[in-house]
C-alpha cells in the first residue's frame, strides 16, 4: 500500500482565487478590448488556472496548449527548458497572451518568451498566477500576475509535486505555512 498523502496547509483559499481570477479576467477583456487573441496554455501546471480565467474573459479566443518539461521530481529549477509539445498555429500578427501557473527562477518564462516572441506576434504578454519575486534569478515581463508568494513550494489548483496534488481545489503548502498577497 502506498502512504497517504499528507494533506497541505492553505495558503491561498478557493474563494480567494475565484475573486482575483474574474479580476484578471475583466482587466484582459478590457485591455484587449476589440481585439481576438491568442491564449496560450503552458502544461502542465496552468491547466486548471487557464480554464477558469478563459471563463471570465469576454472576448474571441483561440485556445493553444504548448508544454514544457518540468523539474522531474525535484523542487529545484534545473535550468533546462525543453518544449515537448509545440502549438502548430502560427503566431505571426496575433494577439498572444501566455498563461503560466507560477514563474519562480523565471527561466521557463524566459526561454518561452523569446521562442514565442521570434514567431513575430503582433504583441505578447504573460500572464501568471503566482509569481516567487524572492526565487527570481533573471528580469522577466509578467504582465499580469494573481499573486507574490514566498519563496516555499506551493502544491495544488493545477501545480504539483512529482506528480501529485494538482487536484486540489486550493494552492497549498507542503511545508507549512506562508504569506499571499497581491
Ligand atoms: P522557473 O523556470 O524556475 O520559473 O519554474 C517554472 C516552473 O517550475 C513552473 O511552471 C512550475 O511547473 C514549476 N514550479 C516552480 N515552483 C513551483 C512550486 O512551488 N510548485 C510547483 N511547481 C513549481
Ligand atoms: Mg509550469
Known amino acids: 500500500m ?20 474574474a479580476e484578471l479576467g475583466a482587466q484582459i477583456t478590457s485591455d484587449y478590448e476589440g481585439r481576438e487573441i491568442v491564449a496560450i496554455c503552458i502544461l502542465k501546471g496552468s491547466f486548471i488556472f487557464f480554464s477558469d480565467v478563459l471563463r471570465k ?21 534545473s535550468g533546462e527548458v525543453k518544449v515537448t509539445l509545440d502549438i502548430n498555429e502560427p503566431l505571426e500578427n496575433k494577439h498572444v497572451i501566455l498563461f503560466e501557473d507560477i514563474v519562480d527562477t523565471g527561466l521557463t518564462l524566459a526561454y518561452l518568451q ?3 516572441k521570434a514567431r513575430r506576434p503582433a504583441s505578447l504578454k504573460t500572464c ?3 509569481v516567487k519575486p524572492e526565487s527570481l534569478r533573471m528580469e522577466v515581463a509578467v504582465d499580469y500576475v494573481g ?32 504569506d499571499a498577497d497581491h
Open 2 to 21: 502506498s502512504e497517504p498523502l499528507k494533506k497541505p496547509a492553505i495558503l491561498i483559499s478557493e474563494e480567494t482565487l475565484e475573486a482575483r481570477i
Open 147 to 178: 499573486f507574490k508568494i514566498g519563496p516555499a513550494f506551493v502544491v495544488g489548483y493545477g501545480l504539483d509535486y512529482a506528480g501529485k496534488y494538482r487536484g486540489l481545489p486550493y494552492i497549498g503548502n507542503l511545508d507549512g505555512e506562508a
Open 128 to 130: 501568471s498566477l503566482l
Open 114 to 116: 523569446s521562442n514565442l
Open 57 to 77: 474573459i469576454d472576448l474571441p479566443i483561440h485556445t493553444e496548449f504548448l508544454a514544457v518539461s518540468s523539474y522531474g521530481d525535484k523542487k529545484v529549477s
